[in-house]
C-alpha cells in the first residue's frame, strides 16, 4: 500500500474524512498502543488513531526498542520529559533532544 492516498476516518464529535498521501516507514515503527512494531502505512496510521483513546505503554515500548537493539533516541519537540525516561528505564541509551534548531549539532554529533 505504499504511496497512494488512505481515508481514514477519526471518531468524534465533527469527524471528517481526510486523505492522507501515505507510504510505508523506511523502519519499524514501534507503537505505543500495543508495542509492536508497524511495517505498513495502513498498520501504523491504525495504531496512531487507537493510540488517541488509549494508555501509552512507553515504558514497555522502550524496553521493546532496546530489546531489538536500538541504543540511540532522540526526543524531538520542547522539553526533556521523555529522555528522562528513556535514562530511567534504558540506562545505556545515548540521548538526544531537538527541541529548537539550536539544539541541531547535538543531535548531529549523536548520529
Known sequence: MSGGPVAFVFPGKGSQKVALPVQDPSISIVANVDVEPKRAAREAFEALIAQVSAAV???????????????????????????????????????????????????????
Not at 531489538?68 to 522539553?79: D, H, L
Not at 528513556?86 to 543531535?107: E, M, W
Open 57 to 111: 505503554r512507553w515504558e514497555a515500548v522502550v524496553r521493546r526498542l532496546a530489546s531489538e537493539g536500538v541504543t540511540t533516541y532522540v526526543e524531538v519537540g520542547p522539553g526533556t520529559v521523555l529522555s528522562g525516561l528513556i535514562r530511567k528505564i534504558h540506562r545505556d541509551a545515548s540521548i538526544a533532544s531537538f527541541g529548537a534548531p539550536d539544539d541541531l549539532a547535538a543531535v548531529e554529533a549523536l548520529l
